[in-house]
């Protein structure tokens, strides 16, 4: 795939699948700007896993829900590498309660990171990525089940969709711009606070009887940020294990 001396921004990626995208990304040749808002030492190991494998990479700390931080991280990359081919936007966070549990603060930390943090990225790429880049937005498929306790979060999953399928018409200059729609994956985000009998049960709903790894998720991101994904363009991929 052709991606060697590109240059991606990758958000949020100081762990989790955004640490596994960074990193496979490096491996190909691409530079990359390691994104993180409050997750310094996590950057820096991601950093050090790039380095040895030969790879280039920079860190810069920016909350993508504050455009004026998104806008400082873009402008980091450029000084640094002097343009940004590819954007991965990968920065999230889930709360899982039932609806009626949900807290003002609740809606407003997932909308704001996952909704407006990605509106902001795409505001600055619209003039700062480079002409024929490649936009990767992250959605999930809990978009697309009725899973209890996950209203708020698939609903901001659901606008990114949107989102990403407008903007793939309007942004131009060659730029393809699609979402990726992972299942169950096993990170610290995902885990976090489920039982065994969940992960079992959640496992047992694809067709692989797994949960799927980072490195399932990073490789599909890796064909979408190469040259030879240019003709997709406006779609959501899952990437589920045919979850859904």
């Known amino acids: 795939m052709t991606l060697d001396k590109k240059v991606a921004i990758v958000t949020g990626s100081s762990k989790g699948i955004g640490r596994e995208v960074a990193i496979q990304l490096a491996k190909k040749g691409v530079s990359v700007v390691v994104n993180h808002s409050n997750s310094e030492a996590e950057a820096k190991e991601t950093l050090d896993t790039i380095k040895s494998y ?19 991280l873009f402008d980091k990359a450029l000084e640094h590498f002097g343009k940004v081919d590819v ?9 899982s309660k039932e609806l009626k549990d949900n807290t003002q ?47 708020l979060y698939s609903a901001t999953k659901a606008a990114v969709e949107q989102i990403t399928r407008v903007f793939s018409k309007e942004v131009g200059r060659g730029i393809s711009v699609n979402a990726i729609a992972p299942g169950a994956t096993e990170t610290e985000l995902f885990m976090e606070g489920k039982s ?46 045919a979850l859904v």
């Open 196 to 241: 065994e009998e969940t992960i079992a049960k959640l496992s047992s709903m694809n067709a692989f009887n797994r949960l799927a790894q980072p490195i399932d998720i990073a490789n599909v991101v890796v064909f979408l940020a190469s040259d030879e994904s240019k003709w997709i363009s406006g779609q959501v991929v899952g990437a589920n294990g």
């Open 87 to 95: 954007l991965v936007n990968n920065a999230g966070i889930m709360i």
């Open 54 to 72: 030969g790879g280039t990479a920079i860190a810069v700390k920016a909350d993508v829900s504050k455009r004026d931080e998104v806008s400082q």
């Open 105 to 151: 603060d609740d809606f407003s930390r997932q909308f704001d990171v996952n909704v407006r943090g990605t509106f902001n990225t795409l505001q600055e790429a619209h003039s700062k990525l480079s002409d024929n880049g490649n936009i990767i937005n992250f959605s999930s498929s809990t978009a697309k089940l009725m899973f209890p306790t996950y209203s």
